[in-house]
């Protein structure tokens, strides 16, 4: 309590010292060792330099306070990117091995380190997830307040170039330099005057005057990231930067990078992201034998050097192109030479619909991979020419091929995160997804199975992964019914479900029996906490999701189902979005319901037995009068949206619509025409 007092209320200040008292032992002597501090009674702080965040930031060890401040490189608002970030701090040196050693560096995990180094800055809360990355933290932001202390902190060494600062850049001598979007562009020559430069991040235009602009100035950069900038004339100098660590360059006009890369040989991390001009890399590549990550997502790269296989030391390995020439006096890889990259983490392989042979994928050896945490199967929808009619046999054919391939692309057990995503023709999905083969993936947290038009149902015990987290199952038409087995009763830990695109999808069985004999059975999917399903031909919910002892479902999303009529008895709903479900005709016994959005519903007549509702959001431009279930609830705040004659109607106290919602304390009403609500969507809400 006197830690609280201390705190003066202020949400930030609370939620910065309860992340530092969540390091701490759980004891008086612990916790008075932190109220004893004298950073408490700390004067003559700039206003910018709260107290209690000087706290938290003084209990960091001097390598998480560099990598602390470093996120003050990354302007407020922007997200920071667990990746990008991670590999910057390596990059810059921030990370080493215990004890300072040099020896075995390449043996040594610096993103392992990294990470943890990241998720305890989001455990102090000096750093949080976004919604989307709720579960994996893998994009954050940082609060402003937090980051205006961290940019004072570093403000001898660090500099962001922000509109109306542009002047900032040519003076201060500092050793990190990030150029935000600015109005203006800036002169180059003014860059290369800071040679002393280890970190430049250009996110602006530059504008490049003498014939001379280069990066040879820049001789002691360690991390170079360039975004959107017209930076083309600086690829031949790029090899000059002896001790470069990390490269990032995104959404350029570049179309090659220098043939005499192997010059760069510090280099650990490259990512070339939406280089939509790239269509190969310098075969020199291959000599960058410390290269730890490589990032080709979203460019034209179609195949990769021959020889790829000796760089033994990949992490990661993004957007992979796969190739398939059997000649082997080509000089382009295949995707056997994935083989002897077993020191990979995550690896991204695009193009999978080339692959007509399976041996071929069976000598990659994803499955020999032991380190592999993440890995996404890509195929181009483009690339298939699945034949009708009279090329029925062919389809098959290619079908059969394409299930193959994906049997032997099994990845290990160690596996923690998998999609298999872009237009998967296969009728159905391995054996190794299906029970019981699939429980021996005891760490598969995130599953993500996208655009499947020709599979015509889920696996068996896919939701019997004894850790998944999160399964989202997107664009599969074909799939009509969905058995009990998908669900089987188990502990399993699944928290989120999306179902979306299943538009034929009709019937859910769910043989859930609380009591069988006398004899209390366990429910299906216990850990579930959210579910989505989205544009599917569902007329009911399966009688399972209705269980007594269902505890966790907290948030129920239901958009476009055009046969649901009813949604009854989920006792543990707090939240319930509904959008587009124009069969719906009643909403009853939600005990905990206290949120609710109705949008597009016209025929709903009931909503009842939701005695906690706390928000009801009502949004439909068609309605002409205002549904009479909104007498019969009692809401604390209405939300509405509506035309403009329902709106002018249900402001005026003589009107019959106004009396529907008299009762109602707080009331929100808005005219759709006039508001910058609309109602096409189902965008998350807080």
């Known amino acids: 309590m006197e830690i609280l007092e201390n705190c003066d209320g202020l949400p930030l200040a609370i939620k910065v010292i309860g992340g530092l008292l969540s390091t701490r032992y759980p004891s008086e002597h612990e916790w008075k060792s932190v109220l004893n501090k004298p950073a408490w009674s700390l004067t003559g702080l700039p206003p910018e330099l709260d ?31 667990h990746g990008l970030v991670t590999q910057m701090w390596i990059g810059e040196g921030f990370i080493q091995p215990p004890g300072g050693s040099t020896n075995s560096l390449q043996e040594y995990e610096f993103e392992e380190m990294a990470t943890e180094y990241y998720q305890e800055l989001i455990k102090r809360n000096l750093i949080e997830p976004t919604k989307e990355y709720s579960l994996t933290g893998y994009r954050c932001t940082m609060h402003d307040v937090v980051c205006t202390f961290a940019e004072h902190m570093a403000r001898e060494e660090s500099l962001v170039v922000v509109v109306g600062r542009e002047q900032a850049a040519t003076g201060m001598h500092v050793r990190r330099l990030c150029i935000e979007q600015t109005v203006s562009v800036l002169d180059w020559g003014i860059l290369q005057r800071r040679e002393s430069l280890r970190t430049l991040i250009i996110n602006s235009r530059v504008n490049f005057h003498l014939p001379d602009d ?78 730890r990550s490589l990032n080709i997502r979203g460019s034209n790269v179609s195949v990769m050097p021959k020889g790829f296989s000796v760089l033994t030391n990949l992490r990661s390995l993004y957007g992979f192109p796969v190739h398939v020439d059997m000649d082997a006096s080509n000089s382009w890889c295949s995707l056997q030479e994935l083989e002897p990259l077993s020191q990979l983490r995550d690896l991204t392989l695009y193009g999978l619909e080339k692959v007509h042979d399976s041996r071929m994928a069976e000598k990659a050896m994803i499955s020999s991979k032991r380190h592999l945490g993440y890995l996404e199967l890509n195929y181009s929808a483009s690339g298939h020419a699945i034949g009708t009619g009279g090329a029925e046999a062919e389809q098959q054919q290619q079908q059969s091929v394409t299930e193959e391939v994906l049997e032997k692309l099994c990845p290990p057990t160690c596996l923690e995160n998998l999609g298999v995503i872009g ?71 699944a928290g989120e479900l999306y179902l979306d695109g299943l538009r034929e999808w009709e019937e859910w069985e769910w043989n859930d029996c609380e009591e069988h004999n006398e004899v209390k059975t366990a429910i299906a999917m216990p850990c579930l906490e959210t579910l989505q399903i989205n544009n599917c031909k569902l007329s009911c919910l399966p009688p399972g999701l209705a269980s007594s002892k269902r505890h966790n479902l907290r948030k129920l999303n239901l958009y476009e189902l055009s046969n649901l009529t009813h949604v009854e008895n989920i006792p543990s709903v707090v939240k319930l979005d509904v959008f587009d479900c124009p069969e719906l005709k009643r909403i009853s016994g939600l005990a905990m319901l206290q949120k609710i959005r109705i949008t597009c519903c016209p025929n709903l007549e009931v909503l009842e037995g939701v005695p906690a509702l706390d928000s009801l959001r009502l949004e439909d431009a068609t309605m002409d009068t205002l549904p009479e279930y ?57």
């Open 630 to 686: 909104l007498r019969a609830v009692h809401p604390r705040y209405l939300e509405l949206y509506c035309n403009k004659k329902l709106h002018e109607s249900s402001l005026s106290p003589r009107s019959s619509e106004w009396k529907k919602i008299s009762h109602i304390g707080k009331r929100d009403i808005n005219c759709i025409e006039d508001s910058d609500t609309s109602s096409d969507g189902y965008s998350e809400e807080d």
């Open 51 to 81: 107290n209690r965040l000087y706290l938290s930031y003084e209990d960091l060890s001097p390598q998480l306070k560099q990598c602390f401040l470093y996120c003050s490189l990354f302007p407020k608002g922007e997200e920071l990117v």
């Open 214 to 291: 280069s990066l040879s100035s820049f001789s002691s950069l360690r991390v170079l990231y360039i975004l959107s900038a017209d930076s083309n004339r600086l690829v031949p100098s790029l090899s000059m930067l002896k001790h470069l660590r990390y490269l990032h360059w995104e959404d350029t006009d570049i179309s090659r990078l220098p043939d005499d890369i192997q010059k760069m040989k510090f280099l650990l991390y490259i990512s070339l992201v939406n280089y939509k001009k790239l269509c190969y890399l310098p075969g020199s590549i291959i000599k960058l034998v410390h290269l």
């Open 423 to 493: 237009g998967y023709i296969g009728c159905r999905l391995p054996d190794w997804m299906c029970a019981p083969g699939s429980a021996e993936f005891k760490s598969i947290r995130y599953l993500e199975l996208e655009n499947l038009p020709c599979c015509t149902q889920l696996p068996d015990g896919l939701c019997c992964l004894p850790s998944l987290e999160l399964l989202d199952v997107t664009d599969a038409p074909a799939i009509k019914r969905i058995g009990p087995q998908f669900q089987a009763s188990s502990s399993v830990a």
